[in-house]
């Protein structure tokens, strides 16, 4: 099984609609991100949470929201979606606090791909 | 803002070849740099890093350069083998930031055999 657990992995919706990209892990890791990838563009961060209390904004938060409802559950929304949120978005966690030598290492889902019609 | 400008955009090589991506970062505070390996229909898996203290670092085939004065590092993958197809980003970020990852636009590297 996975160890980064995205939900829905494809989903197709129209303009306006509310969507729900959930996040669930289980390698114990107190930080969350949730990226979005598009071709030619590379991977830029929407949101990331360090721990239960605590959401901050990435490079590119407009149109999304995000929920920590436990210390392995990270979920991205787009309340209104619009066309250009049309992307493959990523799910990552880290873990630094373990002492672990490397510090940018990010483990990611397999990514939910949206396209909003 | 922050960018991170990643060359080339596609690579293709013949197996047993060497191969490398260069990327140019714009933020003279970041000090940590990292390769990640996306494989088709999966998300992208760490491959090797480098802090900015160091000039070069060796895993096996895989190895980083790092020129700070002139705000470049690079991936070198000796003897390109078939299963080193795939998308390669480059990453950027400040070593306490953890995973605020600045990336660049990706690698396709192919390698006949």
């Known amino acids: 099984d996975a160890d980064v657990t995205q939900t829905p992995r494809n989903r197709i919706t129209k303009t306006g609609k509310r969507i729900m990209l959930e996040c669930s892990q289980t390698?114990?890791?107190?930080?969350m991100y949730w990226y979005r990838q598009d071709p030619g563009l590379g991977l830029r961060l929407i949101y990331y949470s360090f721990d239960v209390k605590d959401i901050n904004k990435g490079e590119i938060s407009d149109g999304y929201s995000v929920s920590r409802q436990a210390q392995a559950k990270f979920s991205l929304s787009l309340e209104s979606a619009i066309p250009n949120q049309t992307a493959l978005y990523f799910c990552?966690?880290?873990?630094?606090?373990?002492?672990?030598?490397?510090?940018?290492?990010?483990?990611f889902g397999e990514g939910s791909r949206l396209t909003v019609l | 803002g922050e960018n991170v400008e990643q060359h080339p955009s596609t690579l293709s090589v013949q197996e047993g070849d060497n191969s490398i991506i260069n990327c140019a970062y714009s933020n003279s505070a970041s000090d940590y740099f990292i390769w990640y390996k996306q494989e088709s229909g999966k998300g992208p898996q760490f491959i090797i890093d480098?802090?900015?203290?160091?000039g070069e670092k060796k895993d096996q085939r895989i190895a980083v350069t790092l020129n700070k004065t002139a705000k470049h590092f690079s991936l070198h993958i000796t003897e390109t083998q078939p299963e080193d197809s795939a998308v390669y980003f480059c990453?950027?970020?400040?070593?306490?930031?953890?995973?605020?990852?600045?990336f660049g636009q990706g690698t396709e590297l192919s390698v006949k055999p």
């Open positions: 390698k114990g890791h107190d930080r």
């Open positions: 990453a950027a970020s400040r070593y306490n930031q953890g995973g605020k990852l600045i």
């Open positions: 990552a966690t880290s873990d630094p606090a373990s002492g672990r030598r490397n510090t940018g290492e990010l483990f």
């Open positions: 480098i802090r900015s203290n160091v």
